[in-house]
């Protein structure tokens, strides 16, 4: 795998002990793959072909296996995204209070779409199902947070808050 | 019931009640120390005896469930905490976690001991950041106190628990997707039988229960199974967290006996619907079931039994109330879509079938339906989940229920407000 000329680095672990401390908790390495991804995604921001591939040497198994887990859940990522990734519920609950509209407030503010990410990496817009948070419709997750109850004006604030 | 007092969430208002020194304070772990000192089996029995029902959507016996645990294997044996709640309109399991961890955390060293396990997981979804971190202190503080890890209490017994994060796959709330997903695969459900009981995790023997199941048993071990069965109807007894979220002046979680009836839910415990609308319909029990109008609604008992009867199902508890104003096409378009994103796409009939639904609905709703279109959602409902004739559960079509959990709603919609979706087949032009 070449890029610019180089040979590119392959992926590893900085928290090592960590890694460690995955493994001795299942009786078989490949339950530690979902444990893996996620750790190794807080540290890249995304799974790169470089981190399947790391992670398949360490659980033993062939990279298309990963890549096909990779590939079935939504929150791992396979592009590099924004610095804050704003996940709108779009479910009943959350659409009969108002959800659509905290989503167009966002593409007419921040000019995008769902899916899209901003020119300058501040925000990824994503609409999302289910967050499991229906009592508190409409609820946004921000990177890893809850932002329950929502309207246009306090959503409007929140996002100020995020640079 | 007017005496009813709430079992599961009878501290949540306290302050500081997800704590180890608040949860001892009021008995916590007493039960634990009851049951190490059981038999195995007579724990099973007590859970048997309780007629516990899951809570997590099947409502399948827990302590028949365990009771499949086959003695004489050597292989170890494994309990799943499924806290992988993502059935729209459920959101209890949560509020269990936040609040309560310790009651569900007490519930599953007894299930664990019953079924003689000593390595343990709590499967969470992965979009549940806050409570993996709650809980990850908790099992911590549960290790350095002697209530996990070795001779638990000082017995013989021990149990490990680890935490597990979902990566977002509503599937992996099936408890064969969850056991794949737990393996580092995809989460596919598995052909049963054989049942996780007999070969889950690992190929060994695994019991899968759900948070507000397990949160049940240190009330059932310390006041008896007698007690618990005469809460609400014998057959599906016991507290039961009723979420209720939509169209409503009160959302949230009420914990009521099992067999409290709907329209006292809605009118009484969510303050009714804001600005006089009147009630159109419900999901009884999140959005695998089918949908009840405000007439069938309004005298419905919220009960394992009676919700077959009306053609629908208790399921997560999760009640979504429509009012007057929620155009049915629409949220029966919001509720395919779910679907159809969330099916795995193992079984042919469920992946294409949600597709289609999805298309078909939306073109409806932009105003170019067919004249043959409600026939054909007809159709390919009975497609993915079975010719729908409750009498006979209608199961067969695809590996798991999803098949049945996309059919039902979407069908009940169409069946139940056909007008609706028949002004779209007769206007011109509808603007989207």
């Given at each position: 795998m070449k890029s610019n000329g180089k040979l590119k680095q392959r992926f590893t672990f900085s928290d090592l002990e960590r890694v460690e401390q995955i493994f001795s908790?299942?009786?078989?390495?490949?339950?530690a793959t979902l444990p893996l991804l996620h750790l190794a995604q807080s540290q890249e921001g995304y799974i790169s072909n470089s981190v399947i591939e790391t992670i398949a040497d360490l659980v033993d198994c062939h990279s298309a296996v990963v890549m096909d887990c990779v590939s079935f859940?939504?929150?791992?990522?396979t592009k590099p995204q924004g610095r804050h990734i704003i996940q709108v519920c779009q479910t009943l609950s959350c659409s009969l209070n108002g959800a659509d509209a905290l989503v167009d407030h966002v593409t007419d503010k921040y000019e995008i779409k769902p899916g899209e990410t901003m020119a300058n990496d501040r925000f990824t817009l994503m609409k999302v199902e289910c967050l499991g948070s229906c009592g508190t419709a409409p609820v946004v997750q921000i990177n890893k947070e809850y932002h329950e109850g929502l309207s246009t004006q306090k959503f409007d604030k929140l996002l100020e808050s995020f640079e | 019931m007017n005496t009813f007092k709430p079992v599961l969430t009878e501290y949540i208002d306290q302050q500081d009640c997800h704590t180890l020194p608040f949860y001892k304070s009021v008995g916590g772990y007493t039960a634990l120390d009851k049951v190490l000192k059981m038999n195995p089996e007579d724990v099973t029995k007590e859970v048997k005896d309780s007629n516990l029902r899951g809570r997590g959507g099947a409502g399948f016996p827990t302590g028949v469930k365990w009771g499949f645990i086959p003695k004489d294997s050597d292989k170890p044996k494994y309990l799943i905490n499924n806290a992988d709640e993502s059935e729209p309109g459920t959101f209890k399991d949560r509020l269990l976690m936040n609040k309560a961890p310790h009651q569900m955390l007490e519930g599953m060293v007894i299930a664990a001991y019953a079924i003689g396990c000593h390595t343990s997981f709590i499967y969470i979804r992965g979009e549940f950041y806050k409570e993996y971190k709650l809980l990850e202190k908790v099992v911590t503080e549960a290790y350095e106190n002697n209530l996990l890890g070795d001779n638990i209490l000082g017995s013989n017994y021990s149990l490990d628990v680890v935490i597990h994060r979902g990566a977002g796959a509503y599937i992996c709330g099936e408890e064969t997707g969850l056991i794949e997903s737990l393996e580092g695969k995809r989460g596919w459900p598995r052909i049963k039988p054989p049942f996780p009981a007999i070969e889950?995790?690992?190929q060994s023997p695994t019991i899968v229960n759900n948070v507000e199941t397990l949160s049940c048993l240190p009330h059932i071990v310390n006041r008896g199974a007698g007690w618990f069965k005469s809460i609400g109807p014998e057959k599906g007894p016991g507290p039961r967290l009723f979420c209720i979220s939509g169209c409503v002046n009160n959302p949230g979680i009420f914990e009521e006996p099992m067999g409290v009836s709907l329209k006292d839910l809605i009118f009484d415990r969510a303050g009714g619907i804001p600005d006089g609308k009147q009630l159109k319909a419900v999901?009884?029990?999140?959005?695998?079931s089918a949908i009840l109008t405000a007439n069938e609604a309004i005298d419905v008992m919220m009960d394992f039994e009676e919700l077959v009867e009306k053609k629908s199902m208790l399921g997560s508890a999760g009640v979504i109330v429509m009012d007057e104003t929620v155009n049915m096409v629409q949220a029966c378009l919001n509720i395919a879509r779910f679907y159809a994103h969330e099916s795995c796409g193992q079984c042919t009939p469920c992946r294409e079938g949600t597709a289609w639904l999805v298309k078909m609905l939306t073109r409806l709703v932009n105003g170019g339906g067919k004249p043959n279109d409600i026939d054909m959602l007809f159709e390919i409902t009975d497609n993915i989940g079975g010719l729908i004739d409750f009498s006979k559960g209608?199961?067969?079509?695809?590996?798991?229920p999803f098949g049945e959990a996309v059919a039902w709603p979407v069908r009940s919609f169409v069946e139940k407000f056909k007008n609706e979706f028949m002004e779209y087949l007769t206007q011109e032009k509808v603007v989207a």
């Open positions: 908790q299942y009786p078989d390495k490949k339950s859940y939504t929150m791992l990522y | 889950g995790y690992l999901f009884p029990g999140g959005s695998s209608s199961f067969g079509k695809t590996i798991c």
